[in-house]
């Protein structure tokens, strides 16, 4: 199949040359390339006339190069980044599947079923191997042989360990795939964790959210395939370009922070003036991710937008970062009033002690030199 | 290991121990003050001792440090004094009146209250780090202040200085990330904690209990406080 080039499969399905040039823009667009990249799609220095720009760079790439194959997994997962994925306003999932990416195996989205679907993808495997991207929906549970998550008699392990061989490069969608998520939350009956808990050999990026922004998804998937390399990662190997900010730090309602006006109830005056919810749980302080900026379902709103706090889906272990509607200065762990009353009662026993004590040994240092006379 | 997790035990169990170790702290501490002992005094009461309390406090804080230049102190030394007092005013600004903290003690009590905007917690905040350096100089070079100084004086300084100067840099996000600096501002409120009780800190309590005593002692001999 891959033998056309993505131009040529977009000409053939009747995309005309500027509709070609206007999806061209909009990548460089969801990309944020605003000027040349250092390294040409090669992988070499770029060597680019003066005056070239993205947009053409990414239509050079398109007319020259196939479509990507893509593998996808859902392990100990919800199917919501997939959910997301099929709201993906730009580029669309649609202009995705068809132009730039075969997606070769997808358990949600796949029209076969059963061992038929599993034949195909070892057929995919075997095909591209070394070529494919591996995109990792929920976590993987390699506790007790796996027996908690088991696809067709196999466990997450081993059937991530198996696609994860033959990858270019793996894509963990979603807090689960990227840090364990839900099912790592306190107490982790499944002994959940993220790809890169596992896979060390192979590039992992991370795309945490609950779900993955699926522009954020497509956004890297298209620069894999523009520049044939990952972006430039954080040290939780998110994409700089969409984890480079706090949600705080793009937040509408960041001025309400600034000014000190806070909601302090979801009913009430503050709420319907739409000022600050930091009061009211929010995390955006401490969350990276592109929702405040990029938005969801095309940029129409986001959580803190539409009124409810920031729950810090893209950051590790957010399930356990205290209570969602708790305020984020509050401290996780308190004393219970049990533990509180027994320190007191403890420091006090311990003060009476020592001052019974000196008040002995005063005793006895008077009776001492009585002692001598 | 990452600044989350760093935050994550900072706030979480490191946080829990330092307050129990600051509760049983404070009450060893308590108990052996009063166990120190009561001054015998057979001599009758001329005045009331409640009454000689009541001004003692109500001079100490609230006439005092509004009206300095009627002080001694103040005449001598008073940017000194001044630095002394808007540091104090400003730490129970930032403290109790910042909505940050006052989540943390809504979070303990079981209660809150309503929080000064930020902006005014700002410059408090500023104004408190500036009295901070300014008493900081000022014991490296007064002569007097030089010689009762040792490590212990440095140790509360800098103990309450790192809080702060954390604190005012999360909130304005300089230089670093926004989690490591949380994390930085959790730990050294922790290790303040677990300080104040074996430090001279703890006049935070023991001084309204001694402004109390001196007053009642006053009052007794009907004496102006």
């Known amino acids: 199949m891959p033998e056309k080039t993505i131009y040529e499969e977009m000409k053939q399905k009747g995309v005309t040359r500027r509709d070609f040039?206007?999806?061209?823009?909009?990548?460089?667009?969801?990309?944020?390339?605003?000027?040349?990249?250092?390294?040409?799609?090669?992988?070499?220095?770029?060597?680019?006339?003066?005056?070239?720009?993205?947009?053409?760079?990414v239509a050079q790439a398109l007319s020259t190069k196939q479509r990507v194959p893509v593998i996808w997994l859902e392990l100990q997962?919800?199917?919501?980044?997939?959910?997301?994925?099929?709201?993906?306003?730009?580029p669309t999932l649609g202009n995705l599947v068809l132009s730039q990416i075969t997606v070769e195996y997808h358990e949600t989205l796949s029209a076969a079923a059963g061992f038929q679907v599993?034949?195909?993808?070892?057929?995919?495997?075997?095909?591209?191997?070394?070529?494919?991207?591996?995109?990792?929906?929920?976590?993987?549970?390699?506790?007790?042989?796996?027996?908690?998550?088991?696809?067709?008699g196999?466990?997450?392990?081993?059937?991530?360990?198996?696609?994860?061989?033959?990858?270019?490069?793996?894509?963990?969608?979603?807090?689960?795939?990227?840090?364990?998520?839900?099912?790592?939350?306190?107490?982790?009956?499944?002994?959940?964790?993220?790809?890169?808990?596992?896979?060390?050999?192979?590039?992992?990026?991370?795309?945490?959210?609950?779900?993955?922004?699926?522009?954020?998804f497509t956004g890297v998937l298209a620069h894999f395939l523009v520049f044939g390399t990952l972006p430039a990662l954080d040290s939780l190997h998110r994409p700089v370009a969409f984890y480079g900010n706090t949600v705080h730090d793009r937040c509408l309602r960041r001025p309400f922070y600034e000014a000190g006006k806070f909601a302090e109830s979801f009913d009430d005056e503050g709420a319907r003036q739409g000022w600050c919810l930091y009061k009211l749980g929010c995390k955006g302080p401490t969350t990276y991710n592109a929702c405040a900026s990029m938005k969801w379902c095309g940029g129409l709103s986001f959580p803190v937008q539409s009124g409810h706090p920031c729950l810090g889906c893209s950051e590790p272990d957010f399930w356990d970062g205290g209570g969602f509607y708790q305020g984020q200065s509050a401290p996780l762990d308190k004393p219970t009033v049990l533990a509180a009353g027994a320190a007191l009662a403890g420091g006090a026993v311990v003060g009476v002690g020592a001052a019974a004590l000196n008040h002995a040994q005063k005793k006895s240092h008077k009776q001492e030199p009585k002692a001598k006379e | 290991m990452n600044w989350t997790d760093v935050l994550a035990f900072a706030r979480g169990p490191l946080f829990q121990v330092a307050l129990l170790v600051f509760i049983a702290g404070m009450a060893?501490?308590?108990?052996?003050?009063?166990?120190?002992?009561?001054?015998?005094?057979?001599?009758?009461?001329?005045?009331s001792k409640v009454g000689g309390a009541a001004i003692s406090f109500l001079k100490g804080i609230l006439i005092w440090p509004f009206v300095p230049w009627v002080k001694n102190t103040f005449k001598k030394n008073p940017v000194i004094y001044l630095a002394g007092g808007l540091f104090h005013l400003g730490l129970f600004v930032v403290l109790v009146l910042g909505t940050a903290h006052m989540l943390v003690w809504k979070s303990l009590l079981g209660f809150g209250w309503k929080t000064l905007p930020l902006p005014i917690v700002d410059w408090m905040a500023a104004v408190t780090i500036v009295a901070m350096i300014t008493l900081f100089i000022n014991r490296l070079i007064n002569p007097v202040l030089k010689l009762i100084t040792g490590p212990a004086e440095w140790a509360n300084l800098a103990i309450v200085f790192v809080p702060m100067v954390t604190g005012y840099m999360m909130t304005h996000h300089l230089w670093f990330r926004y989690e490591a600096l949380f994390s930085l501002h959790m730990l050294a409120v922790d290790v303040l904690l677990i300080w104040?009780?074996?430090?001279?800190?703890?006049?935070?309590?023991?001084?309204?209990?001694?402004?109390?005593?001196?007053g009642a002692d006053f009052g007794k001999r009907a004496v102006e406080p």
């Open chain 2, 196 to 214: 104040i009780p074996l430090s001279r800190i703890s006049h935070f309590m023991f001084y309204f209990f001694s402004k109390a005593i001196h």
């Open chain 1, 154 to 216: 196999r466990s997450s392990l081993d059937i991530l360990k198996e696609a994860a061989a033959g990858a270019a490069a793996i894509i963990a969608t979603g807090n689960c795939a990227a840090f364990g998520g839900l099912p790592k939350a306190k107490p982790n009956p499944t002994g959940a964790v993220g790809v890169w808990d596992l896979i060390t050999d192979k590039p992992v990026i991370n795309i945490p959210g609950c779900p993955a922004i699926p522009e954020v």
């Open chain 1, 118 to 152: 599993e034949e195909a993808k070892q057929a995919a495997m075997q095909k591209y191997a070394g070529q494919y991207v591996l995109v990792v929906e929920g976590s993987i549970s390699p506790i007790d042989d796996g027996v908690y998550c088991t696809i067709g």
């Open chain 1, 21 to 57: 040039l206007k999806f061209c823009g909009a990548i460089v667009g969801a990309l944020g390339l605003t000027r040349l990249p250092t390294i040409s799609a090669d992988g070499a220095a770029y060597k680019g006339a003066k005056g070239f720009q993205p947009a053409q760079l």
């Open chain 2, 28 to 47: 060893y501490r308590l108990v052996r003050v009063i166990f120190l002992g009561w001054q015998v005094d057979k001599v009758p009461a001329r005045g």
């Open chain 1, 77 to 90: 997962d919800c199917a919501g980044c997939s959910e997301a994925l099929t709201r993906s306003q730009s």
